[in-house]
DNA sequence: CTGAAAGCGCTTACAG
DNA sequence: CTGAAAGCGCTTACAG
């Protein structure tokens, strides 16, 4: 069942049929009573694909995450979709893993499917292979990237401004005392390279020195992060507190340094990042560096929807982290 | 730019265009050469659109669940995601909130974008609108539910068996000494009323009585579970544990309760369900009900493409929850 | 192996 | 206010 058949039925035209099922006026009450009670008899659904290939338009956009099963992508997903119905387009949920080819893969699909825009989720999505993928096959709709960033015309950024999230870390650490620092980093992305620098830089503010023994590299997780904490203490690397990567891995350390006796916060002070529902639930709840997930969806959302609309936006968008104090350090 | 002009540049018709796009074997070496490099000149990205009009399928499916940030949800909806994606499909998020209004909503949405099937996750589905939704938008083609039923030709579901799960939970709970045994409860569906059930006859396989206090009434969350526990200790209700609604409210109660002095597992027991991540997380770790969100994924998924491929498929499963044992029982 | 033509289900100037 | 017609970008019998 198609227009035509909503045409016959009703005894229009198919442009009438159209007009009536898109609400414009130009049509008598008679003729739009008649095509509207056909309408509702058949139970119609008219064909968004047919309308998408005249009108060159999905209402369609994908979101590219690592892994929608991190509390934090899931909360900026959640978010973005929200916020993208409420404006009429639905989302492609894309779980990228952490391979390149994977990411440039879907990138290609979305383009096939005439998606109306994308949007990046993570600093692992900056490699240059997604750049030459997005350059080659989504070359002129908007994406919005979540902490990447790409000089090409169509890219749009918002980056946590995750090392002043360090420099926050580092100052209330040392306020508290603390002064044998780890640093917790996941992914090997520009963020990461970053938060190392202003980890050294914000040691160096309060004369402390690093050690390359005192960066650690882990893969997020909760068993990841006991783990990490097996590790620290048998390397007897001298530390008296940790910056995490995320929640989760956070609480694997607090879990794994609790169960060799160590006492937190008094023998080791341990900051979070992300403000997780992880850090609520975690034993003691976890200070942690919050970079507001939900601002965050509901502002990339609100960045394409803008450019769609042919709305003037900034390139570039810095958000800045909060500490929110609880009971880990 | 289109497949004409593809075409035009290769010197062949589209109809060559067309069967080189789709690996299609009649077609000259030489032919399949020039238009290959063409394509590849031109970076062509076809438009699935098109071709979604043509062959009637868009190879995108729907996924509905009240909330991808609960973690159960994200699971499933992880898994599916991956799982479909494996075949060739994508798939559209929804999170549709607990208005059944809301879901109907995507439901026709999903239809106007003519999505090959859907997928609803949640009990919270199984309402009459939902399934009025269903029968008027989207007669005909496959949809599969979790832990809903509707008796329609083209509805199928994969039902967890979490009444079973309240057996396990109170066979253990009355095994380790615990007698006086509170059931959480959060949405008011037939899964509930089912466990309910579950919950009064399992009482009164042990001899054990039940009263209406003892079931009580949460929405999910951390702060929900932590006033859960309040209201619980305020009402001076005689108990000794907990069979909870979910991991996070159970912890909540954990918390709650622990912050009242009150010794986890010695003063209460406390069984969660679904073994997520927080399971693990919590203080002491969480002995839950598991019901296998991933397996349930890839089953839900895989029941659709079967579906989808004219496979037979049985109309309703069910799978048997399992208990892990931790350490808060 | 190859191409002309019809058709998928819509929208929208255009003419009346 | 209304309808005939063209066009969106594909696929696929059909005939050669």
Known sequence: MNIYDIARESGVSISTVSRVMNGHTNVSAEKRNKVLSVLAKNNYVSSGIAKSLVLRSTNTVGILTVDIRHLHYANIAYTIEQEMSLRGYNVILCNTGE??????????????????????????????????????????????????????????????????????????????????IVLVIDYRTWVAEDKIE????????????????????????????????????????????????????????????????????????????NNSVFSQVSTPPLTVVDN??????????????????????????????????RGSV
């Open 198 to 273: 202003r980890y050294k830089r914000g040691l160096a503010e309060h004369g402390l020195p690093w050690s390359k023994d005192s960066i650690i590299r882990v893969s997020s997780g909760f068993e990841n992060g006991q783990n990490a904490a097996q590790v620290l203490l048998q390397r007897g690397i001298a530390f008296d507190s940790i910056i995490g990567c995320d929640d989760v891995t956070a609480i694997g350390m607090v879990k794994e340094f609790a169960a060799h006796g160590l006492r937190i916060p008094d023998d080791v002070g341990i900051i979070g990042f």
């Open 99 to 180: 391979h390149d080819e994977e990411k440039a893969k879907y990138i290609k699909v979305l383009a096939e499917k005439q998606v109306d825009g994308m949007i990046l989720v993570g600093s692992i999505l900056s490699t240059p292979l997604i750049h030459d993928a997005i350059k080659r096959y989504f070359p002129s709709k908007p994406v919005v990237m979540f902490n990447s960033n790409f000089k090409l015309p169509n890219v749009y950024d918002i980056c946590s401004n995750e090392s002043a999230g360090i420099k926050l870390a580092i100052d209330h650490l040392v306020e508290r005392g603390y002064s044998k």
């Open 292 to 325: 507001k997930s939900s601002t965050v969806g509901t502002s990339l959302a609100r960045l394409l929807t803008d450019v769609l609309q042919g709305r003037d936006v900034p390139h570039s968008t810095s958000v800045y982290p909060e500490l929110v104090i």
